[in-house]
């Protein structure tokens, strides 16, 4: 399995972005998806997960109500949709999938991971 992100970059504050998650080697519907982040000097951060089954999503509290993951089952891509981006929005951003079943908000939870992509918000 293997996952590749795109869609990172530079933004202004306020700005938006979307990030695409290519997965390749076995079907998005066979895993639950999420996105994390990563600043410098801190923890990767849970950010958004889909489940598998349901299509049902849950998002950590420090983005809710501004980004929204989804899937495409044709293409096989994940997205994340980030609005109203702030500076502390500025961090690497990781796709994961998770082939267990049972939902996960903790990035030991997910068995398969992107190389992440780069998001700097500034004004």
């Known amino acids: 399995v293997e996952l590749v992100e795109s869609g990172g970059g530079w933004v202004q504050t306020g700005g938006s972005l979307r990030l695409s998650c290519q997965v390749s080697?076995?079907?998005?519907?066979?895993?639950?998806m999420a996105w994390f982040r990563q600043a410098p000097g801190k923890e990767r951060e849970f950010l958004a997960r889909?489940?598998?089954?349901?299509?049902?999503?849950f998002y950590a509290d420090s983005v809710k109500g501004r980004f929204a993951i989804d899937r495409d089952f044709v293409r096989n891509l994940a997205y994340l949709t980030m609005d109203k981006l702030g500076t502390e929005d500025t961090a690497t951003y990781y796709c994961?999938?998770?082939?267990?079943?049972?939902?996960?908000?903790?990035?030991?939870?997910?068995?398969?991971w992107g190389q992440g992509t780069q998001v700097t918000v500034s004004s």
């Open positions: 994961a999938a998770r082939e267990r079943l049972g939902l996960s908000t903790m990035a030991v939870g997910y068995d398969h």
């Open positions: 080697g076995w079907k998005i519907i066979d895993f639950d």
């Open positions: 889909l489940s598998r089954t349901s299509g049902t999503t």
